[in-house]
DNA sequence: ATAAGCACGC
DNA sequence: GACGTACGTGCTTATA
């Protein structure tokens, strides 16, 4: 956890108040407490950009923060979930003010990167002030916008709130058994080594198995399992799980490659990945919760991501056993909505074959075939529910008919008709209030379609003349979607991506 | 340092 | 007939 430099703070416009604190824990502490009776009074609002970081480290300083948030980066993420969220594009959008660059202060960020701590105080003065006084500014500019969008009861009852109850749970951390992931790591180890043998007897070469590259040579050239084998757009050969797993009949080799990347994948990112995270002074592991990354509103966790570790195999639920309680006076208990997405769905879309599926307690996705094969609950097969079940996996995340038919391994026309089926979710789905896909920034218009969404922004600035994208042009147009339209990284990317392919 | 390919979760 | 296809995080390899 980082060490507080200095705190500042902001009450009014264009003034702003740096207090340096010392390197000595004790003399800190003594510091802060001058400004407990501001930090812990419960009536006075604190706002803060990604204030859950400051709560947080206050926390790890003893200091309670109480009274009602007001996080702007929260704030932005309801404006505009899909923009980027960041303190100096924020102040460049809003407010016209270009703030003091963290990276000129201290470097940029990974290893090579400096800490405050060894920047003159006359300078972090500056740096710390400005950021209270920015951060009070944007609340001004949010707050409004908030209640324009409909989204001051989100902010102030949903995600605000949250934040403490997040930064409880960051700090409270899990316990992990290390000596369990020892001896799993172990056993791991000896399977990846015999896959290893067996892989590199069948291939008859000895070649890096991790390298999709490599491997994809040896499967495709040297041993010829597919003439067709697809290729990347970087020209290497597809070896993914799905690609794979329709070759593990032709030959041998391939079962030994999908369980070699399984055990892999589990010795790298958990069993050996997850001792490491372990904070020396608690003993446990602190996730972090991201609360504005999501752009559907879903959190997302990070160092490490705790929400995905296995539990579909059964080498992957020994990973699970891992986490424990603190003590013997405790234990975990795992709570959970059942198909809480469904229910919502089918509430909002008022699909009353499955509200009533619902209401009568019945297994969703039985009643789901039943409604789809057009035959009695009682007569539902096996087949009939496993493909249900996709298709209600497909309306959880809009999937389309192609997506379905690659799921269950079924033709596109089979798989539109059973979306068919289920046209009232489907319209609702694609009805306006619903769509998703809402261009940010002054192009209000709504679309229908992903596909509309690539046309309109980008067709607006680059029209067919243009679309032979050369390098400049890339930059450019990055620059556009980025600076100007305050687009993520990856969706700019995605977009750019897909001009090219056009 | 960054991108690509892959795999884990929901 | 072609198009294009959920949200994340993090690992290893390959390249700049």
Request: hydrophobic share 40%.
């Amino acid at each position: 956890m980082a060490e507080i430099v200095g705190l500042s703070f902001s009450f009014k416009k264009g003034e702003a108040y740096y207090v340096p604190l010392s390197a000595l824990h004790n003399e800190a502490i003594a510091v802060l407490k001058e400004f407990e009776s501001v930090l812990a009074n419960p009536t006075i609002q604190k706002i803060g950009q990604n204030i859950k970081y400051d709560i947080l480290l206050l926390k790890w300083y003893g200091m309670e923060v109480k009274g009602v948030l007001f996080d702007t980066m929260l704030a932005h993420y309801l404006i505009d979930a899909d923009a980027r969220h960041g303190m100096d594009v924020l102040a460049e959008n809003y407010l016209q003010y270009s703030p003091v660059s963290i990276t000129e202060l201290i470097g940029k960020k990974g290893k090579t990167q400096g800490s405050m701590r060894d920047v003159a105080v006359e300078v972090v003065k500056e740096y710390a002030a400005e950021d209270a006084d920015i951060t009070l500014q944007l609340k001004e500019v949010f707050e409004p916008m908030l209640t324009a969008t409909q989204a001051s009861d989100l902010a102030s009852k949903v995600e605000n709130p949250l934040v403490y109850v997040l930064a409880d749970m960051e700090f409270e951390g899990v316990k992990i058994d290390k000596e369990v992931l020892a001896q799993l790591s172990i056993e791991l180890a000896v399977d990846i080594a015999k896959a290893e043998k067996e892989i590199f007897e069948l291939a008859g070469v000895k070649f890096n198995i991790a390298s999709p590259k490599q491997l994809g040579e040896v499967l495709f050239d040297k041993l010829q399992l597919d003439p067709k084998a697809k290729k990347t757009k970087t020209g290497q050969y597809q070896t993914g799980e799905d690609i794979l797993s329709l070759l593990a009949p032709k030959h041998e080799i391939v079962q030994h490659i999908l369980s070699f990347r399984t055990l892999q994948k589990l010795k790298s990112t958990y069993v050996d990945a997850l001792p490491e995270m372990i904070n020396p002074k608690t003993g446990r592991v602190h996730t972090s919760y991201n609360q504005a990354v999501a752009a559907t509103g879903r959190l997302s966790s990070n160092n490490p991501n705790l929400q995905n570790i296995p539990i579909k195999t059964a080498r992957g639920r020994e990973v699970r056993k891992a986490f424990i309680a603190k003590d013997a006076n405790h234990v975990i208990i795992s709570a959970d909505y059942s198909q809480i997405e469904l229910r919502v769905i089918a509430e909002m879309a008022k699909e009353e074959n499955m509200l009533q599926a619902f209401v009568n307690g019945l297994d969703i996705h039985t009643a789901t075939a039943a409604n789809i094969y057009s035959v009695a609950v009682e007569e539902v097969t096996a087949e009939q529910r496993r493909n249900a079940k996709a298709v209600n996996f497909g309306i959880i995340y809009g999937q389309s008919a192609f997506g379905l038919a690659q799921n269950l391994s079924i033709s596109r026309t089979e798989a539109k008709e059973i979306i068919d089926e289920h046209r009232s979710i489907v319209n609702y789905l694609n009805s306006p209030q619903y769509d998703p896909y809402i261009v940010p920034n002054g192009y209000a218009e709504k679309c229908n379609s992903a596909k509309e969404y690539f046309k309109n922004p980008v067709g607006t600035e680059y029209t067919n003349a243009q679309l032979k994208l050369t390098t400049p042009d890339q930059k450019k147009l990055r620059d556009l979607l980025i600076n100007k339209y305050s687009y993520s990284k990856t969706k700019t990317e995605k977009i750019i991506a897909k001009i090219i392919e056009t």
